[in-house]
């Protein structure tokens, strides 16, 4: 079991940026594609962005693309996810998740996704 630990969040007015660390522990973090999801209240985990192993492969959800950026330092352990031009609608808690395999390239189903963090908050006021 890979052990997830997110960090970043916070309270920040719309426009403005945060950024979401997520360190990594227990697995082999390089062998690990990974991806960011977020759960609105009353609504359903998303997903948002999807990275492979490498990093040179990554994958957003619509909503997100532009303004987002995933990315990760296998040498620490750690995956990122820079969030610019912040609106109201991506106020959410936001996990980190990797799959419940080792697989290396970008996966966007997250029925695939069996490790996940305990998440952190992020509000956008308006």
């Known amino acids: 079991q890979m052990q997830l630990v997110e960090s970043g969040g916070g309270l920040v007015q719309a426009g403005g940026s945060l950024r979401l660390s997520c360190a990594a522990s227990?697995?082999?973090?390089?062998?690990?594609?990974m991806g960011w999801f977020r759960q609105a209240p009353g609504k359903e985990r998303e997903y948002v962005a999807g990275?492979?192993?490498?990093?040179?492969?990554?994958y957003y959800a619509d909503s997100v693309k532009g303004r987002f950026t995933i990315s990760r330092v296998n040498a620490k352990n750690t995956l990122y996810l820079q969030m610019n031009s912040l609106k109201p609608e991506d106020t959410a808690v936001y996990y980190c998740?990797?799959?419940?395999?080792?697989?290396?390239?970008?996966?966007?189903?997250?029925?695939?996704?069996?490790?996940w963090g305990q998440g952190t908050q992020v509000t956008v006021s308006s």
């Open positions: 998740a990797a799959p419940s395999t080792e697989i290396g390239s970008v996966v966007v189903v997250k029925g695939l996704y069996g490790n």
């Open positions: 227990g697995r082999t973090f390089s062998n690990y594609a």
């Open positions: 990275i492979s192993w490498s990093g040179d492969s990554t």
